[in-house]
């Protein structure tokens, strides 16, 4: 795969930035949800939907389509943003979100939400889920490919190792996992709540090609979801190293923003970084 | 009523009639595949056949994607896994997202025998039917199995859970028997009382029926084989015309058929209602009949709740 001209990393840069603003918006309104690791996975999805996901928005069942399952359904409101800015339905639903009467539920909802491959927010069912779709693809003979975007804290959950052995076992190399490393859960820094280390050794000791990188560098998230494609015979799994809250100096690596919204006040002042 | 046949033996049989006529079924098993009979489908269609291991929420959800992705999945285990084991994959993975997945379990009950509690599943039904957009059906037989199961590739698109057991049944149904989702099934009519029963309770109802007319007693008996939706018109129209119901049930008197007969009648036509099942308890070791009879689960304990709700409406 040939790297990203210059221009277009910065455009993609760009979009991340308004996808921030969009996010904090969206949460200031809404009065709730998951501030920190929405902030986290920004350059993830922008990775994943801008460059190397084949869908379409105006066709959001064409069944050719690459899958994404936000597994972390708490990041709801990063993939929200994300999938409207794409025309997968009109942006003034954002406003709407956790609202009453709105479509756009705080966890995603596949029944209302176009672009919304299945319901999460129970944590450590999407890897699951991925490797069914991964197993129909290969029944199908199709090239499709499945990206599962899960929490670090979420790998706590005894079900994602249930299916990180099924994955292996079955040889489903069209499932990219992607873990996103911020290394905080609600409760605390995950070394002190639950040690989930040393993460990388463990899913290659359960058969998986790793690739560790830094997941806010967009060139980098790119070219570690190029060499995940190469990889046959077993899944690969991209360990984006993040920072809970990035891209607002005063919420980055900060617990209390997991699952808090800003108030009005540091709305203003998250959007005077990020303009 | 001479024959007799294995409800998991008949599912095992028609996944494979299914399986060549829609390339699209696929069917996973959670280590229990000779168990539950999926074993014949593996055999016949390998590359349509997932063994997930001993990991029933990985199968559920898995399934799930496998539906995401326009199969129709079949998953099988014994029902005390499958309902309780992975209850979160299936109302978040399966319901909420509203998935083509056919839950079908096997080993409900007591008559799983001499496994003892762990592996006897009282409370399944309970489980399930708290879980909207599941429906539930219980066969009564082996032919009602088959049946039940092409009705649900064919009409469906739901998630669905089908309780099966673990041993063989009277064969009610001949092969001319249509399944239809969400209708009772009149097998006897009666007017003085109804008995309303699932799965392995409905050949003993029908024994019930047989010993009842002898002593002049007129019974209906319903099988529900469809336990949600449940038939509210054959169950208002059985309290309106006989006046007292008997629920029987393999399954705990706590949210089962019982509970769902009930809250039927006490909320659109008050009658009397005997619930026979298990009373809030856990199962033992033992051979099966012993068990039913241990349980009171038989057809003599059905005539005598008969004649005992009889009774109690001729004093009201």
Redesign the interface.
Known sequence: MPSLPETKVLELKDVARQLRIEVLRMLTRAKSGHTGGSLSIIEILVALYMVKLRHDPKNPRWAERDRFVLSKGHGAPALYATLARLGYFDPAELLNLRKFGGMLQGHPYNLTTPGIEISTGSLGQGLSVANGMALAAKLDKSPVRIYVLMGDGETQEGQIWEAAMTAAHYKLDNVCGIIDANKLQIDGCLCQIMNIEPIASKWEAFGWQVIETDGHDLPGLIAAFDQCEQVKGKPSLVIAHTIKGKGVSFMEGKVQYHGVAPTEAELEKALVELR | MTQSLGTRDCYGDVLVKLGQQNPNI?VLDADLSCSTRTEKFAKAFP??F?N??I?E???????????????I?FVSTFAVFATGRAW??I???LC????NVKVVATHSGVTVGEDSATHQANEDIALMRSLPNMSIVVPADGIETEKAIEYLVNNEKCPVYVRLSRGKSPVIFDSQYRFQKGKAVLLEDGSDATVIAIGTMVSRAMQAQQMLKKEGISVRILNMSTVKPIDQGAILAAAQETGAIVTAEEHSVIGGLGSAVAEVISEQCPVLLKRIGLNDCFGISGDAEKLLTHYGLTAEAIVKAVKEIIARKRKA
């Open positions: 696929v590359e349509r997932f997930i291991g990991a929420q990985d199968m559920i959800a898995t399934a799930a994607g496998l539906a995401a992705s326009g199969k999945a979160d994959q109302r978040q993975s909420y997202s509203m998935q």
